[in-house]
């Protein structure tokens, strides 16, 4: 069974980069077809997808955030990783990995706190 967990600094100070990555077992981040999400939640609001990296490396990322946001990966220990410069505390949220295609999973989510 895939399982996805994300990791990293539940605090960040504003005007930095916010940094995780999503560890996943069970399967290949480089299985054709398919792709691994980074999903946002700032409480009380709905759900913001940030971006994806395909089976195949290539990206795309949510146009509003897309100054701001790089999605990466290490095929060597099957992870993908997500870097967000120049954080405000509008970017306070539960942070989410997770893969589409071939059935949805998603990691529990880390909460990242943006704050002085």
């Known amino acids: 069974q895939v399982q996805l967990q994300e990791s990293g600094p539940g605090l960040v100070k504003p005007s930095q980069t916010l940094s995780l990555t999503c560890t996943v077992s069970?399967?290949?981040?480089?299985?054709?077809?398919?792709?691994w999400h980074w999903i946002r939640q700032p409480s009380g609001k709905g759900l913001e997808w940030m971006g994806v990296?395909?089976?195949?490396?290539?990206?795309y990322y949510s146009p509003s955030l897309k100054s701001r946001t790089s999605i990466s990966r290490d095929t060597s220990k099957n992870q993908f990783s997500l870097q967000l410069n120049s954080v405000t505390p509008d970017d306070t949220a539960v942070y989410y990995c997770?893969?589409?295609?071939?059935?949805?999973?998603w990691g529990q989510g880390t909460q990242v706190c943006v704050s002085s």
């Open positions: 997770a893969r589409s295609g071939g059935g949805g999973y």
């Open positions: 069970g399967g290949s981040i480089t299985t054709s077809y398919y792709a």
């Open positions: 990296i395909r089976y195949d490396g290539s990206t």
